[in-house]
Structure formats: structure tokens, C-alpha cells
């Protein structure tokens, strides 16, 4: 039994399904992230948590009492959104202390200087929010979600529009503070290197139902399913003919565990950095050979593209930039596939 | 060369507004045998009937905008949230009374008011149902752009989450800002107010240009000096209003 805990969640919209029964289950003070691409739910399922839909079906709870009729207001729930959401007439402090108020709770100032102090932006209190640079504003946001001691913390895609550096920043400054609140919270986006940067447990999300639901280490090493292992981090589709234990790419085989029937065409999905590299000459001689495409620069690695020989299909493989000279376009080179998935074209 | 015309431009415009207005003045102060006189001006204060009237139409400005502002503010936020679909329909039936003759729209309220007469009376103040309604396009529009100019969704749900009710989301967050679309809603409802006649005259009610014009049957001067005195309140309210936006607008600038 979690502290949230989303039951069948179905939603509707104009006859479109939004959520196809979603479970979910949220243990005290874990942050998990709802990871997919845009319509697949995930936002959905966040308000429904918020209480700003309803559900066609299905039931929400925290801390064992069901919340699924109650309103917004009366929920507890801490909420940042994507879009910024300071009140413009209000100054930083006093954004924070909206909830406080409603609340009548004491000692309003002396949180207000807190919460503005653990976001880091004490100096800040008397600023307007027109003021404040987009991550300033955010941080805000967080403090005055944070300032109710709500039951959870729903965030939104708090991050999306905001540039790349002050994004991984806020981030991992999100992460810390959830961490040292304990603070249940449940983190919306359609960012992949978020979720997997920031998040206890990451459930992809499709077409209104969950794929997966995991730490973020297997869902990128042990991808339940191909549109997991697609949508989180890069990979390589490359397409075969099924044989017993293994698959024909081409003129070559590739050892693989699969339990798709044998003759059928299928899709061999591999990421980068599980592709072994290494210059060739001669006859094939049963491996997997090409010739070097294109090199692209990304920093640490170097993705190359290498041409298959035969059909002519194209693999990026990943290597440290160090090695990357070894194989300028045009070179021959053999490719070793491992922690390749097969599944049916 | 650009700056050549420009002042000749604002010295045409300065003139068309001027002329008039000086025009009133120097007739409202003409004494007898060609001398200057104030008695015009006295008779105002001196005449019941007009203070009655000046009172009753200041009275109505207020009731009217009052209304008005009080019945779009919470309907529009609504449909906005909540209603969408029916945004078009509420847009079209508020813009509707500027289409409409006000002679017509008296036409059709003089059986209604035989109502009001009989269950709330006749005084004047009773106008506000009409006036409301002959202000509710202008206000509208107004309203309309102050809540567009806001991400009132994400307000509201911020609100909402925070804890607060409707009531609460409507006072301390929509109101605050869209705070310039009313005193523009209200400013324009006022001036239409004050210069209303023909329902006011029709339905038999004594407000301040239904008295100006029987003045001007009988005291020319006075009804001029009357006219200027209202045109003069309309550009003091509209100073003082556009102020008071004004200067709370850079004070937020200031105190960061």
C-alpha cells in the first residue's frame, strides 16, 4: 500500500482516450517521474491527482484516505506548473505566503524567509515576478508549493521553459530539496535525461497506459518493451529475419535471445554504446561489416555512422572521442552487436 | 519637418476640443450689458431641482458601474475556466445592446418599467437595470482584454492549489489583475452614464441631462455652464482614474 496511490484511472476527452487505466503507486517520500511523449497521459494524470479533473473512473489516494471527490483546495497538494504561475501583483514573499494566509498559519514571515532561503533566493523577497529571470520564477514557484507542507508535490514539466543550463541546475536543486524534505512527490515530463537524472522510480508512459515502471537504471538497461527502450535514450533499429536463436541481418548472423518465430522479419533494437568497433579488411567472414559514414563531435563521445555492406542500413555507434580518429569516413569497419532486443517489425 | 507637423496636427486637435469648451465658457459668463458675470455658475448650487439631478445621475454612475462590473467579473472568469463553449454566445449577447437604438431599447423597456415603478418605485435609481445594460458592451470588451492579457488558468489552478476557494481566486488573484480593465470598464460606464438622455427622458426620470435640456428652455447660461461643468468632471475622473493606474503600475517597479 503506497502513500499515493492512483487506482484504474481512466479519462476521456471528446471520445479520445487520455488514460486507459493507469495504476500507480507512490511509497513516502520517493520522487517518481511519468515519462512520455505528449498526449500520452501523463499531464492527465497529474491533474487528476490535483484535483483539477475528474476522472471518468477510477480512485486517487493519499495516506490511505481517498481524495478522488475532494476539491482542489482541500487536497493538500503542492503544485508547480509549466507555465509561470506567480501571482504578477504579488511580490516573491508574498507568493509565498498566498498559502500561509489562506491557512491563517503564525510565524508566516519567519517560513516566508525560509523557504525563499532553502530556494536560494533570499535577497530576492521583495521582487515582483515580472523582475525575475524564468528559473528565479520557478524557484519561487517550488517555495510556494513547498510553503503549505502540502501531502505531495506534483511538478508539472517545471523546467521545459527554461534554457539548458539553469534547467540541469534547478533539477538537481529540485532533487536535493525533495530528498531532504522527504517529500512525496510525483514529476511530469517528456524529458528522458530529467527523469533518469532526478527520479527514484521513472514510469513510461503510452497511449494513456503505463509501459513501465522502474528505476531509472533498468529501465534504460532492461527496457520492458520497444517503445521503452526507443523513447528512453538513443537507439539503433536495425531490421532482420528471425532464426532460431538469432537473427539474420543481411548476409550475417547475430546471436540473440528472442521468442519471435522463426522467418518473420523483425526489428533488432541496440543502443549506441552496445556496439563494438573495430577497422577491417578482407572477406566478411560472418561478421557484421560496413564503411564509416559520418562522425558527429558530442563532447566525451564521438557517434559514428557506419553503412551496412549489403542493404545498406545505417548504425551509430558511440565511442569515446579519444578512439574516434581510428575511424574517419570512408574506413572498413566490423561491428559486434551485444544487449540487442528483438521484436516483431 | 516630422516635428513641424506634429504640433500641427495637436494644435488642429487642441483647437477642435478647445473652441468648444471656451466657447461654453465665455457664454456661460456673459453678464448683462456686455459685462462678465458668475451668475450663471451660482444658479447651479441656487437651483434644487439640478443639484437633485447632478446627485441622481453621480449616484447612477456609480450603481451602473458597480453592476455592470459585478456581474461580468465573476461570469466571464467562469466561462473562461470552465464554460468555453459558451464564450461566443455570452460575447454576442453583451455586445448586443450596442446594436440597438437606444429609442428602441426604450421602446421595449417602458412596459418593464411599469414593473419596476410598482415593486421598487420611481426613483432614479431604478435606471441602473437599463444602464447596466446599455453599458455592458463597452465594459465587456474592456474586461475581456484585461483577462486575456493574464494566464488565468494557470492563476486560478496556482490558487486552487494553494487552498483558496473561488471566491478567494476571484478577489485576491483575478481581480488584483486585471485591476487597469476595470477602472477602464468603469471609466467608460461612467462617462456613458453621465451623459445619457434619451432613456432617462423617456422613462420620465430626472437626471442631469434631462435637466440640462429643460434648463435650456427657459436659462440658457446656466444649462451651458451645467454642460461644462459635467464635460470638466469627466476629464478631472478620467485624469484622476488613469493616475491612480498609473502610479500603482511603476510603484510595483520601484519597490523591487
Known amino acids: 500500500m503506497g502513500y499515493l496511490e492512483l487506482r484504474g484511472l481512466r479519462k476521456s476527452f471528446g471520445g479520445q482516450p487520455a488514460l486507459a487505466?493507469?495504476?500507480?503507486?507512490?511509497?513516502?517520500?520517493?520522487?517518481?517521474?511519468?515519462?512520455?511523449?505528449?498526449?500520452?497521459?501523463?499531464?492527465?494524470?497529474?491533474?487528476?491527482?490535483?484535483?483539477?479533473?475528474?476522472?471518468?473512473?477510477?480512485?486517487?489516494?493519499?495516506g490511505g484516505r481517498d481524495v478522488t471527490g475532494v476539491p482542489a483546495n482541500k487536497r493538500d497538494m503542492g503544485m508547480v506548473f509549466q507555465a509561470y504561475s506567480l501571482f504578477p501583483n504579488m511580490t516573491a514573499a508574498q507568493n509565498i505566503a498566498f498559502g500561509l494566509r489562506l491557512r491563517r498559519s503564525g510565524n508566516r514571515a519567519r517560513r516566508t524567509s525560509e523557504l525563499l532561503d532553502l530556494v536560494g533566493l533570499g535577497h530576492l523577497a521583495g521582487r515582483y515576478p515580472h523582475q525575475m529571470s524564468g528559473g528565479q520564477q520557478q524557484r519561487v514557484a517550488l517555495a510556494r508549493a513547498l510553503a503549505i507542507e502540502p501531502r505531495v508535490l506534483l511538478l508539472d514539466e517545471p523546467l521545459s521553459a527554461l534554457d539548458a543550463k539553469v534547467r540541469v541546475a534547478l533539477r538537481d536543486e529540485i532533487r536535493r530539496i525533495q530528498t531532504s524534505l522527504g517529500m512525496t512527490t510525483l514529476f511530469v515530463t517528456h524529458d528522458q535525461e530529467e527523469a533518469l537524472a532526478v527520479s527514484d522510480r521513472v514510469g513510461v508512459m503510452s497511449q494513456g497506459r503505463l509501459e513501465q515502471l522502474d528505476t531509472p537504471a533498468v529501465v534504460y538497461r532492461n527496457p520492458a518493451s520497444a517503445f521503452v527502450a526507443q523513447f528512453v535514450g538513443v537507439t539503433n533499429t536495425v531490421h532482420g529475419v528471425a532464426e532460431d536463436g538469432g537473427v539474420r541481418v543481411g548476409a550475417v548472423r547475430v546471436e540473440a535471445e528472442h521468442e519471435v518465430d522463426a522467418g518473420s522479419d523483425v526489428k533488432v533494437i541496440v543502443r549506441p554504446e552496445d556496439i563494438g568497433i573495430a577497422q577491417h579488411s578482407g572477406q566478411a567472414n560472418g561478421a557484421l561489416v560496413g564503411s564509416v559514414v559520418t562522425q558527429s563531435f558530442l563532447g566525451a563521445v564521438t557517434r559514428v555512422s557506419v553503412r551496412l555492406a549489403g542493404d545498406g542500413q545505417e548504425v551509430r555507434v558511440d565511442q569515446p572521442s579519444s578512439r574516434a580518429g581510428d575511424f574517419p569516413v570512408g574506413t572498413a569497419v566490423a561491428l559486434d552487436l551485444s544487449r540487442v532486443m528483438v521484436v516483431e517489425a | 519637418m516630422a516635428v513641424v507637423v506634429r504640433r500641427l496636427v495637436l494644435l488642429v486637435l487642441g483647437a477642435f476640443f478647445l473652441v468648444p469648451l471656451l466657447a461654453m465658457a465665455e457664454f456661460s459668463?456673459?453678464?448683462?450689458?456686455?459685462?462678465?458675470?458668475?451668475?450663471?455658475?451660482?444658479?447651479?448650487?441656487?437651483?434644487?431641482?439640478?443639484?437633485?439631478?447632478?446627485?441622481?445621475?453621480?449616484?447612477?454612475?456609480?450603481?451602473?458601474?458597480?453592476?455592470v462590473l459585478v456581474l461580468l467579473v465573476p461570469t466571464m472568469t467562469w466561462i473562461r475556466l470552465r464554460l468555453p463553449v459558451l464564450r461566443r454566445l455570452v460575447e454576442f449577447l453583451c455586445l448586443l445592446p450596442i446594436t440597438i437604438p437606444a429609442i428602441v431599447l426604450v421602446v421595449g423597456m417602458a412596459p418593464l418599467y411599469a414593473w419596476v415603478d410598482y415593486f421598487l418605485g420611481d426613483s432614479p435609481w431604478t435606471l441602473t437595470f437599463a444602464y447596466a445594460v446599455l453599458v455592458l458592451p463597452f465594459a465587456y470588451r474592456a474586461i475581456d482584454?484585461?483577462?486575456?492579457?493574464?494566464?488565468?488558468?494557470?492563476?486560478?489552478?496556482?490558487?486552487?492549489s494553494l487552498g483558496a476557494s473561488w471566491g478567494t481566486v476571484l478577489v485576491r488573484v483575478v481581480v488584483p489583475n486585471i485591476r487597469t480593465a476595470l477602472i477602464g470598464a468603469s471609466l467608460l460606464s461612467v462617462a456613458l452614464v453621465l451623459g445619457e438622455f434619451t432613456i432617462a427622458s423617456l422613462l420620465n426620470f430626472d437626471t442631469l441631462q434631462v435637466q440640462v435640456n429643460l434648463l435650456g428652455k427657459r436659462n440658457a447660461g446656466v444649462s451651458i455652464a451645467v454642460s461644462l461643468l459635467s464635460l470638466l468632471f469627466a476629464f478631472v475622473l478620467l485624469f484622476l482614474l488613469s493616475f491612480v493606474g498609473g502610479r500603482r503600475g511603476s510603484s510595483a517597479v520601484e519597490e523591487g
Open chain 2, 29 to 67: 459668463t456673459r453678464g448683462a450689458g456686455g459685462s462678465r458675470s458668475l451668475e450663471s455658475w451660482t444658479a447651479i448650487g441656487s437651483d434644487p431641482d439640478l443639484v437633485e439631478a447632478i446627485l441622481a445621475s453621480v449616484q447612477l454612475a456609480v450603481t451602473s458601474s458597480v453592476l
Open chain 1, 21 to 62: 487505466g493507469l495504476d500507480l503507486s507512490l511509497a513516502e517520500g520517493e520522487l517518481v517521474s511519468l515519462l512520455g511523449p505528449s498526449g500520452c497521459g501523463k499531464t492527465t494524470a497529474l491533474r487528476i491527482v490535483a484535483g483539477f479533473e475528474t476522472a471518468d473512473a477510477g480512485s486517487v489516494s493519499v
Open chain 2, 145 to 160: 482584454a484585461g483577462l486575456s492579457a493574464i494566464d488565468l488558468k494557470t492563476l486560478a489552478e496556482a490558487a486552487r
